[in-house]
Nanobody, 115 residues
């Protein structure tokens, strides 16, 4: 059973930074990809950033140059460093891991950016 636990969300002013962590149960090397998604009220859940087992990354256009996804293999953790935050970044952020053809989701962490 895969368990993902997000942490690091909170309230921050526009222009500030937050660091989200997604801790997995067991080694993250087994996952094809791990990623961060977000869902704002009344909107669909969208990809924010993704990282492959080999370390390749991809970002939504809206966060390029501001967000960085990385892996801490020793801690079985994927990190999303978010800088220059904007009010439109406000959402629940979810961690997702793909293992073969199965997707596993965390419970989400709230990020609120005030103007």
């Amino acid at each position: 059973q895969v368990q993902l636990l997000e942490s690091g969300g909170g309230l921050v002013q526009a222009g500030g930074s937050l660091r989200l962590s997604c801790a997995a149960s067991g080694s993250i090397f087994r996952f094809n990809t791990m990623g961060w998604y977000r869902q704002a009220p009344g909107k669909q859940r969208d990809l924010v950033a993704i990282i492959s087992r080999a370390g390749f990354t991809n970002y939504a256009d809206s966060v390029k140059g501001r967000f960085t996804i990385s892996r801490d293999n020793a801690k079985n953790t994927v990190i999303l460093q978010m800088n220059s935050l904007k009010p439109e970044d406000t959402a629940i952020y979810y961690c997702k891991a793909r293992l073969a053809s199965d997707d596993y989701w965390g419970q989400g962490t709230q990020v609120t950016v005030s103007s």
